[in-house]
């Protein structure tokens, strides 16, 4: 089944303590994206990948790091987490880019105290 | 500043009728319009799509128009059923951009 995987789902951290989201696609796409949803503010991008080694900063990169050593693998890494960034994290995956259908993954809650 | 603007937080409608979705959008270079719809604790999931070419996609019960002029889409969602309960995002996105823009979401709520 074609999916993107996301763990943790649910994840509560204090200010501080490093952490890595884990996301994974079995669809060979190419491109990749993290994602925040917060209330009214609708969905951000945070970071993307275009290939293996190749990321960029989306809208609000602040505080986030990311990595593609793999090109199923993605993984969103807070260094040094703050209540800011407590949120509901997306990753998504996509064959082309721009206007292509991207997959979701089915979200990761996290709260930072 | 909002480049794709969902202006109702909120709509409901009755079960069989119509639902209609609004987005507006201020860039003249997206040329690609998708909406998702999203069930709470999942992630979102791609509805339909059009491109800058076309002003009418349909699929199923759901149809997109798209009024280049005017800068807005909207889904069109005929009839309603319950199970359309959810939010719909519209997202927007030139053919050449990696980001997509979306907007902050429409909760549609389909009475029984």
């Known amino acids: 089944e074609a999916q993107v995987t996301q763990n943790p789902r649910y994840l509560i951290t204090v200010t501080g303590k490093k952490l890595t989201v884990t996301c994974s696609q079995n669809?060979?796409?190419?491109?990749m994206s993290w994602y925040r949803q917060d209330p009214g503010l609708g969905l951000r991008q945070i970071y993307y990948?275009?290939?293996?080694?190749?990321?960029d900063k989306g809208d609000v990169p602040e505080g986030y790091k990311v990595s593609r050593k793999e090109k199923r693998n993605f993984p969103l890494i807070l260094e040094s987490p703050s209540p800011n960034q407590t949120s509901l994290y997306f990753c998504?995956?996509?064959?082309?880019?721009?206007?292509?259908?991207?997959?979701f993954g089915p979200g990761t809650r996290l709260t930072v105290l | 500043d909002q480049q794709v603007k969902q202006n109702s937080p909120s709509l409901s409608v009755q079960e069989g009728r119509i639902s209609i979705l609004n987005c507006d959008y201020t860039?003249?270079?997206?040329?690609?319009f998708l909406w998702y719809k999203k069930y709470p604790a999942e992630g979102p999931t791609f509805l339909i799509s059009?491109?800058?070419?076309?002003d009418k996609n349909e699929d199923g019960r759901f149809t997109v128009f798209l009024n280049k002029s005017a800068k807005h889409l909207s889904l069109h969602i005929v009839p309603s059923q319950p199970g359309d309960s959810a939010v719909y995002f519209c997202?927007?996105?030139?053919?050449?951009?990696?980001?997509?823009?979306f907007g902050r979401g429409t909760s549609l709520i389909v009475h029984p």
């Open positions: 998504a995956s996509s064959l082309r880019r721009g206007g292509d259908e991207q997959f």
């Open positions: 669809m060979n796409h190419e491109y």
């Open positions: 990948s275009m290939n293996v080694e190749v990321t």
């Open positions: 860039n003249s270079m997206f040329d690609y």
């Open positions: 059009i491109s800058s070419i076309k």
């Open positions: 997202a927007a996105a030139s053919g050449g951009s990696y980001i997509p823009t």
